[in-house]
T-cell receptor, first 112, second 115 residues
Framework: AQSVTQLDSHVSVSEGTPVLLRCNYS??????LFWYVQHPNKGLQLLLK??????LVKGINGFEAEFKKSETSFHLTKPSAHMSDAAEYFC??????????FGAGTRLFVKA | EAGVVQSPRYKIIEKKQPVAFWCNPI?????LYWYLQNLGQGPELLIR????????DSQLPKDRFSAERLKGVDSTLKIQPAELGDSAVYLC?????????????FGPGTRLTVL
């Protein structure tokens, strides 16, 4: 069985400060992991994906995530938040059976 | 190139009425997904198609929901009859194929309100 847990439903940061969105996963197989972003009234967009190549994955808009097998984590980070980063972020796992599981989401607020 | 197209964007109906959603995936994408997204939650898979074959419909409530992808291109998701609890956003996504490596491309969704 596989599952994904996003540890924070809401995260609030000031513009220019670092962003950390936390994700833990559970999988019986070696997983593929993704982060998607959803802006209001827009479709989900892929930020980055991990597919067992490099453990540190760089994505679009300055985001990156590190796969830590020992901690079963795939946290999303960005060194400096921008107002345009305010959105809902979803951690996603796909491990065997081609079934994709989304986390519940973390809403990121960015204060001026 | 056009992305995943969904229509309508918004739909308001009364309970017990039927409703249908349409999705046109990205050209050349063999795999098509329908997801349900409730407010404040992540999307949940309803059904996945490989070309015209439904290969994972275990989460589709078959007593009232149906879907088709007759020619392996566009797809329709139907609810009949709709219930109050069906109010949600229905997302369509497509990918080149079913493998875990491949990114899913999402449409903007159809927001359904059942009164």
């Amino acid at each position: 069985a596989q599952s994904v847990t996003q540890l924070d439903s809401h995260v609030s940061v000031s513009e220019g400060t670092p962003v950390l969105l936390r994700c833990n996963y559970s999988s019986s197989y070696s997983p593929s992991l993704f982060w998607y972003v959803q802006h209001p009234n827009k479709g989900l967009q892929l930020l980055l994906k991990y597919t067992s190549a490099a453990t540190l994955v760089k994505g679009i808009n300055g985001f990156e995530a590190e796969f830590k097998k020992s901690e079963t984590s795939f946290h999303l980070t960005k060194p400096s938040a921008h107002m345009s980063d305010a959105a809902e972020y979803f951690c996603v796992v796909n491990a065997g059976g081609f079934k994709t599981i989304f986390g519940a989401g973390t809403r990121l607020f960015v204060k001026a | 190139e056009a992305g995943v197209v969904q229509s309508p964007r918004y739909k308001i109906i009364e309970k017990k009425q039927p409703v249908a959603f349409w999705c046109n995936p990205i050209s050349g994408h063999n795999t098509l997904y329908w997801y349900l997204q409730n407010l404040g939650q992540g999307p949940e898979l309803l059904i996945r198609y490989e070309n015209e074959e439904a290969v994972d419909d275990s989460q589709l409530p078959k007593d009232r929901f149906s879907a088709e992808r007759l020619k392996g291109v566009d797809s329709t998701l139907k609810i009949q009859p709709a219930e109050l609890g069906d109010s949600a956003v229905y997302l369509c996504a497509s990918s080149l194929d079913r493998y875990a490596l491949n990114e899913q491309f999402f449409g903007p969704g159809t927001r359904l309100t059942v009164l």
